[in-house]
């Protein structure tokens, strides 16, 4: 078991903010030190870590002030990367630990208790319309069906010219997807294995299924092993 995050099984609560809380507030101390390769069992999952946050940061492409709502932003590193850029930049994170692990390396962000299926938005306080909303390593913790009714959710408060830009951990097939579960357990990585098996990681073809489904248009990246970004706008009726 890795030495920096603690194991275990996921709490019986399925309520998608609750269900990695204790998970993540566990991991938010040492969470900046396995990013950074500390854990070989997690080396390939974060390989280019700084690299997928800043190609994740270029591709919102709006103007400084327009606004961005990053959401599971961790321990703020990619919203640091949004606040150098001039964005007015909402975060949203259920973990306590790591919101406040976020507050306290981006004093200046404005993070706040959330999840992708409740977005702490003030609708009548300018906060109705999105120009982006951003996210890194967080989309797995939903399942695919909370995973679509997030993405209608997101698309609704789309400005016109708004964009999702998305990188997490995605497999091209089934055989992709059972070639790390197969590596993971050769090379003894239990904690890897764990999530590999318990959480939603997609494959491509079911998110471009979700994505058209509720109306965008989406462009993949492959990033490293793991990760994929992906880029979706409204579709053009
Ligand atoms: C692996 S960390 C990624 C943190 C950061 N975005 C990064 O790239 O380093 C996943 C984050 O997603 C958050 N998370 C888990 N479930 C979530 C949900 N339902 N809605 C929003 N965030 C969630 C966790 O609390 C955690 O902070």
Redesign the pocket.
């Known amino acids: 078991m890795s030495e920096h995050m603690p194991g275990g099984r996921l709490p019986e609560d399925p309520s998608?903010?609750a269900?990695?809380?204790a998970l993540?507030d566990a991991w938010a101390a040492t969470?900046d030190a396995v990013?950074s390769g500390a854990d070989d069992e997690y080396a390939e999952v974060f390989a280019g870590y700084d690299r997928i946050?800043e190609r994740v940061a270029g591709e919102i492409d709006r103007p400084p002030g327009a606004l961005v709502v990053e959401?599971?932003?961790?321990?703020g590193?990619?919203t640091q990367k949004l606040l150098a850029r001039g964005y007015r930049v909402i975060g949203?994170?259920?973990?306590q630990a790591?919101r406040r692990e976020a507050r306290r390396k981006v004093p200046e962000a404005d993070v706040r208790e959330g999840?992708?299926?409740h977005l702490p938005l003030d609708e009548a306080g300018g906060e109705a319309y999105v120009d982006a909303f951003v996210?890194?390593?967080?989309f797995h913790?939903?399942t695919d069906a909370e995973k679509e009714m997030a993405l209608r959710r997101m698309a609704a408060r789309l400005a016109p010219e708004g964009r999702i830009v998305f990188a997490d951990t995605v497999f091209a097939d089934e055989a992709a997807r059972q070639a790390v579960i197969e590596e993971a357990r050769r090379r003894g990585f239990h904690q890897l294995l764990r999530d590999l098996e318990q959480e939603f990681y997609p494959l491509l073809s079911d998110l471009e299924d979700i994505l058209a489904r509720v109306g965008l248009h989406a462009v993949f990246e492959r990033l490293n092993r793991y990760v994929w970004m992906w880029k979706a706008v409204r579709r053009r009726p």
């Open positions: 998608p903010e269900r990695f809380n993540f969470y990013v946050l959401i599971g932003v961790g321990t590193n990619l949203v994170e259920p973990s790591m999840s992708f299926l996210s890194t390593y967080a913790h939903l």
